[in-house]
């Protein structure tokens, strides 16, 4: 990292772009296929039979349908648990694209990563504003007192889920100050889903912040530079969690990632 925060914004915009355009990044979704919705296990333009069973995910294949498990043809039967690393090392494939198994709150889905997606084809970068040290902003965490609390929260895919929040980020903006809910991570860094005056106008409807772990005293940074498209304005079939109650900032926070370009203009 260097000393120039211009240039790191600039060296975390062109990785971000790299990761976002990848053969299996979120361009290359395709579908995200509940196994509760397909109770005979049989999935539309997904080979193999798919069911859940308690804690595992029993995928059959014959050798017509292509699927390797672990770089090795599967006849047979095998059983699965939720993939849970880099979409590419993901156990299993067909014809170059990955079949990735997902389980939130109980249920089990099949997701479809393909890398010659219509939404990867048509991908022309993402509108984003340059770096303004105006939006790098000295925060403030402050955790909840019983240390974590779960809203329900509607998802893109219209359903609605828990949201597990640890606690809050408290920012001045011209001299007023705002919060915004956030979750802690595994590795001690906070996100947050939030929408501002922009959002659904001049950027997406709403965009993650991805805050670096607190200071002992709490001290945080709040670099809305770095606000991220959410994995859903890549692709329609991410279940993406929209801003929960009292994350809609009431002032335009033009910065970060706002909006992604199609070839196709769309």
Known sequence: MSTDPRQDWNDWHQQRTGTVS???GPLSLTGTHWLADYPEGRIPG???RWTAEGDEVVLTASPEDGISLDGELLTGEARLTADTGPIPDSRV???GRRL???RREGLWAVRVFDPESPARRAFAG???TPYDEKWALAGRFRPYAAGRTTLQVENADGRTRGLGLAGEIAFGIEGEEYTLQVAVEGDGSLWAVFADATSGAGSYRFRFLRPPAPAADGAVSVDF???LLPPCAFADHFICPFPPPGNTLP????AGERRVSRGDGR
Do not use: F, S
């Open 225 to 227: 530079n770095r606000a």
């Open 126 to 128: 993402m509108e984003v």
């Open 251 to 254: 002032v335009p926070v033009p």
């Open 46 to 48: 997904v080979p193999g």
């Open 22 to 24: 990848a053969p299996y």
């Open 100 to 102: 990735v198994v997902l």
């Open 93 to 95: 494939e067909a014809a």
